[in-house]
C-alpha cells in the first residue's frame, strides 16, 4: 500500500486527530516555541523550504512567515486529515508562499537541488520513514549547499540517529542546539 493511501485511511486519520490536537496546542507552544526552533534551524528570508511530515502546522505558518514572499514552503505530509487543518491555517493567515501537498517522504517526486532546507522535526524515528531510504531523497531534492534541519523526540534517540546520518555521507553536521540537529549536503 502507498503512503498516501494510508494517508486518505479515515481509520488512521480518526487515530491521529487527538495527535493533531496535541501538536498544536498552547501548552506545546509555551514549551517549544516554533520561532525559535526555526531560527535554531536558521531558516531564512527567500528560502525554499520542504517541511516533511508538517502534520498540523505546529511549524509552518511561522516558517511562511520568516521565508516571506520570496521564500516558499512546501508542506508535506501522508495524512490527508492532518493536510486540511495546515491548509485551514495557511488560508486564515492569508498566505500564498506555502504549497500544502500530500506525498511519500521516500519519493517526493520533487525536482532534484531544488529545495534550500529540509525540515525534519518529530519525524524521524518513524518506522515509515526508514533512514536509509528518506536520506538519499533530501540529498537529492536539495541544492548543493542546502541544508538539512532535525528535530529529534524522543530525545533517546539523540545518540543513534545523528550518527547513522553522519555514516550516510551525505551529510555533514554543523551544530546542534535545544535538540535541533544541522547538517549541510555533501
Known sequence: MKTEDLGNSKILNMFFKPAGLLMGSRVRKWLMDPVKTLRIADVQ??????EVGCGTGFFT????QMVGDQGCILAMDASS?????????????????????????????LESE?????????????????????????????????????????????????NIIIRSKLFEHINEQSNVYNYIRT
Do not use: C, Y
Open 45 to 50: 528570508l527567500g528560502q525554499t523550504i520542504l
Open 61 to 64: 505558518i511561522s516558517a511562511a
Open 81 to 109: 486529515g492532518f493536510l486540511k487543518e495546515v491548509d485551514k491555517k495557511v488560508r486564515k493567515a492569508n498566505l500564498e508562499n506555502v504549497s500544502v501537498i500530500q506525498r511519500d517522504a521516500l519519493n517526493t517526486g
Open 114 to 162: 531544488s529545495v534550500d532546507k529540509v525540515l525534519l522535526f518529530g519525524v524521524i524515528p518513524f518506522p515509515l520513514l526508514p533512514l536509509d531510504k528518506l536520506l538519499p531523497e533530501m540529498h537529492r531534492v536539495l541544492k548543493p549547499g542546502g541544508t538539512m534541519s532535525v528535530w529529534l523526540f524522543p530525545p533517546l534517540v539523540h545518540n543513534w540517529v545523528p
